[in-house]
T-cell receptor, first 120, second 108 residues
């Protein structure tokens, strides 16, 4: 079964660092882009960035450039999203998703989401 | 940046009704438009890719059409299990993906 499994919920304080993960299985992890999507409480979906695990080519949404870092370790089929200094406004659900083929770059497989809560 | 305008933001319809959601791009995006369903507490699910292609396993009551700047998503006969929020998503070659604002579908 093709799946992405994300790390568990996190509760952090402002200023702390955090790295969440997304492990792929059931397919060739190095052959598909993995994207990250934010959903703030009660709000819509926002694309943050994307990485190609095969060569670690990474692209960011202008809205998130410099705010987060996306990385991958292809040896363990895992992509990461990290923050160096969290803010309360980073409180959200974060999803990873596999980019499908096709011209429109749809995301066909999604992780279950990781809830990040930042509160003092 | 390409802006996406999705409408309506919410709708209420009866079981069996035909439901239509539209998404308009601020510039030509060819057929680079996808549709997702998100049920409460769940991850989004891909329904339609490249404007009109039904994802494997998705019921045929869901369909999509359009190209250029104007796109339509249709549920031909609304079912109780279709209660969800639906999002369009466009892709351009920066690369950059942008989601529409979402449409919450409820049963009347």
């Amino acid at each position: 079964e093709v799946q992405l499994v994300q790390s568990g919920a996190e509760v952090k304080k402002p200023g702390e660092s955090l790295k969440i993960s997304c492990k792929g299985s059931g397919y060739s992890f190095t052959s598909y882009w993995i994207g990250w999507v934010r959903q703030m409480p009660g709000k819509g979906l926002e694309w943050m960035g994307i990485i190609y695990p095969g060569d670690s080519d990474t692209r960011y949404s202008p809205s998130f450039q410099g705010q987060v870092t996306i990385s991958a370790d292809k040896s363990i089929s895992t992509a990461y999203l990290q923050w160096s200094s969290l803010k309360a406004s980073d409180t959200a659900m974060y999803y990873c998703a596999r980019r499908f083929g096709g011209g429109g770059g749809a995301f066909d497989i999604w992780g279950q989401g990781t809830m990040v809560t930042v509160s003092s | 940046d390409i802006q996406m305008t999705q409408s309506p933001s919410s709708l209420s319809a009866s079981v069996g009704d035909r439901v239509t959601i539209t998404c308009q791009a601020s510039q030509d995006i060819s057929n680079y438009l996808n549709w997702y369903q998100q049920k409460p507490g769940k991850a989004p699910k891909l329904l339609i890719y490249d404007a009109s292609n039904l994802e494997t396993g998705v019921p045929s009551r869901f369909s999509g059409s359009g190209s250029g700047t104007d796109f339509t998503f249709t549920i031909s006969s609304l079912q109780p299990e279709d209660i969800a929020t639906y999002y369009c998503q466009q892709y351009d070659n920066l690369p950059l993906w942008t989601f529409g604002q979402g449409t919450k579908v409820e049963i009347k």
